[in-house]
């Protein structure tokens, strides 16, 4: 049996696309990951695979004494992904990008295994631009992205079957919400909660006179709170996403690729804040581009004070709902899927490529 390894890491975004393939490809071949000792190796091990740890050096874009440490903390990065790959001899890697990646991929390009890395971003990340060479093709979730490199090519975005598979009726009765009311779903992810809960927290009684509200915190307990005739429903996270997607009507969020084109592949509506700090730019870029084709709307995280109108705003707008309803945004992962074993299929298994 052929194996693949999987890298990429250091945000949750990086991660779940990929066990969304790892997922579709678990029973034709062996899958391995490589990334570093962070959210990566949790998700990836709770998951059931084999997972290698490179702790490799991320750069920080401001100026810091920390990035003088990089080149040396790389050269051990690289030097211990190139005797893991020699050892486990994988016959494709398959990269998510971000910082993570660049180990795995750079030790593939060295033993000759074929490379295949998506891109999430309208705009590649500095790691996409690092790698694209040593890469058989860039995958993308954009088509302007792929246009931007040789061996691009546009595959739309990976999406997780269960995001794909909840039942609406049964995932509002599964979180008690009334069919009378429209469903709030707000979630932030990692950093990027404590702003949005803060908003929810101080418009909560505004906002319960129309929405009931499944509201994951990332960090306090569950609660359980009856307003009249809606429910809000606090929790520190949710396994189900596919049922919480489901039971929404409108999704309050930041921008990042993936969630967006979850978004869109199941046209919910949708009110974005793009993460602003600690970011490179890609979720406005990201939010910018389904707004100016009016698939979304967007609310910057210092005017989240006017969070109940935007909310009630996007919830009645018949233009918003009209282009959901007939955009064609669909997953990407059965393509990708596609194209990795077509790259499988054309190489010998195991050992260096000479």
């Given at each position: 049996?052929?194996?693949?390894?999987?890298?990429?890491?250091?945000?949750?975004g990086?991660?779940?696309?990929n066990?969304a393939?790892?997922?579709?490809?678990?029973?034709?071949?062996?899958?391995?990951?490589?990334?570093?000792?962070g959210i990566e190796?949790k998700?990836?091990r709770?998951a059931?695979?084999?997972?290698?740890t490179?702790e490799?050096?991320?750069?920080?874009?401001?100026f810091?004494f920390?990035?003088?440490?990089?080149?040396?903390?790389?050269?051990?990065?690289?030097?211990?992904?190139l005797?893991?790959?020699?050892?486990?001899r994988?016959?494709?890697?398959f990269?998510?990008?971000?910082?993570?990646?660049?180990?795995?991929?750079?030790?593939?390009?060295?033993?000759k295994?074929?490379v295949?890395?998506?891109?999430?971003?309208?705009?590649?990340?500095?790691c996409?631009?690092l790698?694209?060479?040593?890469?058989?093709?860039?995958?993308t979730?954009f088509p302007e992205?792929?246009?931007?490199?040789?061996?691009?090519?546009?595959?739309?975005s990976?999406v997780r079957?269960e995001?794909l598979?909840?039942?609406?009726?049964r995932a509002?009765?599964?979180?008690?919400f009334?069919?009378?009311s429209p469903?709030?779903?707000?979630?932030?992810?990692?950093?990027g909660?404590r702003?949005l809960?803060?908003a929810i927290?101080?418009s909560?009684?505004?906002?319960?006179?129309?929405?009931?509200?499944?509201?994951i915190?990332?960090r306090?307990?569950?609660?359980?709170q009856?307003?009249g005739?809606?429910v809000?429903?606090?929790?520190?996270?949710?396994?189900?996403?596919?049922?919480a997607?489901?039971a929404?009507?409108?999704?309050?969020?930041?921008?990042?690729?993936?969630?967006?084109f979850?978004?869109?592949?199941?046209?919910?509506?949708?009110v974005?804040?793009?993460?602003?700090?600690?970011s490179r730019?890609?979720?406005?870029?990201?939010?910018?581009y389904?707004?100016?084709k009016?698939?979304?709307?967007?609310?910057?995280?210092e005017?989240?004070?006017?969070?109940?109108e935007?909310?009630?705003?996007?919830?009645d707008?018949a233009?918003?709902?009209?282009?959901l309803?007939?955009?064609?945004?669909?997953?990407g992962?059965?393509?990708i899927?596609?194209?990795?074993?077509?790259?499988?299929?054309?190489?010998?298994?195991?050992g260096?490529?000479l």
């Amino acid at each position: 049996m052929k194996t693949v390894l999987f890298c990429g890491g250091g945000s949750a975004g990086h991660v779940i696309p990929n066990l969304a393939l790892m997922r579709e490809l678990r029973y034709a071949y062996d899958l391995l990951y490589m990334g570093t000792d962070g959210i990566e190796k949790k998700l990836v091990r709770d998951a059931g695979y084999p997972f290698f740890t490179v702790e490799t050096p991320k750069l920080s874009r401001s100026f810091s004494f920390s990035n003088l440490k990089i080149p040396f903390a790389l050269h051990r990065a690289k030097k211990k992904a190139l005797l893991i790959l020699k050892e486990r001899r994988p016959d494709l890697v398959f990269s998510k990008g971000g910082y993570a990646s660049y180990p795995a991929v750079w030790a593939a390009y060295k033993l000759k295994i074929p490379v295949l890395t998506h891109e999430s971003d309208l705009s590649p990340g500095l790691c996409t631009k690092l790698i694209a060479k040593k890469c058989d093709a860039v995958l993308t979730s954009f088509p302007e992205t792929a246009n931007r490199f040789k061996n691009g090519i546009f595959v739309g975005s990976p999406v997780r079957r269960e995001v794909l598979s909840g039942d609406r009726t049964r995932a509002r009765k599964k979180f008690g919400f009334p069919e009378t009311s429209p469903v709030l779903l707000v979630f932030g992810g990692g950093s990027g909660s404590r702003a949005l809960n803060e908003a929810i927290n101080s418009s909560l009684p505004r906002l319960t006179e129309k929405f009931s509200i499944l509201h994951i915190t990332g960090r306090e307990e569950e609660k359980v709170q009856h307003v009249g005739d809606k429910v809000y429903i606090s929790r520190p996270f949710e396994r189900d996403m596919g049922s919480a997607l489901a039971a929404a009507d409108i999704v309050l969020c930041r921008a990042g690729s993936n969630t967006v084109f979850e978004l869109l592949s199941l046209k919910k509506r949708a009110v974005l804040v793009p993460l602003a700090h600690a970011s490179r730019g890609d979720q406005w870029e990201n939010a910018r581009y389904f707004e100016e084709k009016g698939l979304v709307k967007i609310l910057p995280e210092e005017e989240l004070a006017r969070l109940p109108e935007a909310l009630l705003a996007a919830i009645d707008d018949a233009a918003l709902g009209e282009n959901l309803k007939n955009c064609d945004i669909a997953s990407g992962t059965q393509t990708i899927v596609r194209l990795i074993k077509e790259k499988l299929e054309d190489q010998p298994a195991g050992g260096e490529r000479l």
